[in-house]
């Protein structure tokens, strides 16, 4: 069992920056997938960036070039740098890890609320 804890949200002015962070209860060191996931009121969850088990990473088009997902050099820390926000960004972020393909491997975080005014 992992235990996933974000913080680092809160309300910003368009244009602004925040840094996520999700805490692991253990070391993750094999992954499918590490992720930041987001969900809007009315929308669904959406997976904005990750980092896959080869070491690349991919972003959401939405977010693409703002936004920058890394790993603590310890392998218990994941980062979501999210920069030049927008009010569209709003919405409650969820760190997620994938040990293994298949839902019963994924482990969330209880999010953490990202407002952005304008």
Known sequence: QVQLVES????????????????????????????WYRQAPGKQRELVAGIFSGGSTN???????RFTISRGNAGNMMYL??????PEDTAVYYCNVKLR???????????TQVTVSS
């Open 81 to 86: 740098q999210m920069n030049n926000l927008k």
């Open 8 to 35: 680092g949200g809160g309300l910003v002015q368009s244009g602004g920056s925040l840094r996520l962070s999700c805490a692991a209860s253990v070391r993750i060191i094999s992954f499918n997938r590490l992720g």
């Open 59 to 65: 972003y959401a088009d939405s977010v693409k070039g």
């Open 101 to 111: 393909v298949g839902a019963s491997y994924d482990y969330w975080g209880q999010g």
